[in-house]
């Protein structure tokens, strides 16, 4: 019995580290994951005219967006009047983020926004390079494209650069 209880403690201890060696390796380099709620003010470069010369729309938006620590993320689109995706279908673009080779401060970045219900509609993709500035504080550059639903691509969108800021507890008195 003894026996069984020490094996169970060690493969107990033994899962309990490897979930935390992410974390742990990152604290130890003294810097933060993605994982958390970041509030994301977005300059994007919107290509209105492809043609030469290319026709560019610079504008702004902001949005929430969640990184879970397994990887996983989600960003919520604003709607309604009076900003620069007024009357656009979609709601939100969901995808993954993984530490980049070689570089324990990046993360590549790959999230999916649906334009409506149909799974054979039209996607856009976002793809893109994060960097953690500090604990609170990440920056990702990306470019947004427009896809066929079998992957032949439909419009280039443009590029930008998400500065973010970490969303924190703020306890009631």
């Not at 799974?119 to 990306?142: H, Q, S, W």
């Not at 639903?149 to 439909?154: C, I, N």
Request: hydrophobic share 40%; with cysteine; aromatic share 12%.
């Amino acid at each position: 019995m003894r026996k069984q209880v020490l094996v169970v403690f060690v493969l107990l201890a033994a899962l309990a580290a490897t979930l935390a060696a992410p974390e742990a390796e990152a604290v130890g380099r003294r810097y933060a994951t993605p994982a958390g709620t970041w509030f994301a003010a977005i300059d994007f470069e919107f290509i209105v005219d492809p043609g030469p010369p290319p026709e560019i729309l610079p504008f702004e938006l902001a949005w929430l967006q969640n990184f879970d620590a397994d990887g996983r993320t989600i960003g919520l689109l604003p709607f309604g009047a009076g900003h620069p995706n007024e009357g656009d279908s979609r709601v939100g673009c969901m995808g993954e983020w993984a530490p980049r080779r070689g570089d324990g401060r990046a993360f590549d970045l790959t999230m999916r926004c649906n334009y409506n219900q149909d799974p054979e509609g039209a996607y856009g993709l976002i793809r893109g390079i994060m960097t953690m500035i500090d604990k609170d504080n990440l920056v990702y550059e990306f470019s947004y494209v427009d896809y066929e639903a079998d992957g032949t691509l439909l419009y280039d969108q443009g590029w930008g650069v998400a500065t973010c800021t970490r969303v924190k507890v703020d306890p009631l008195p």
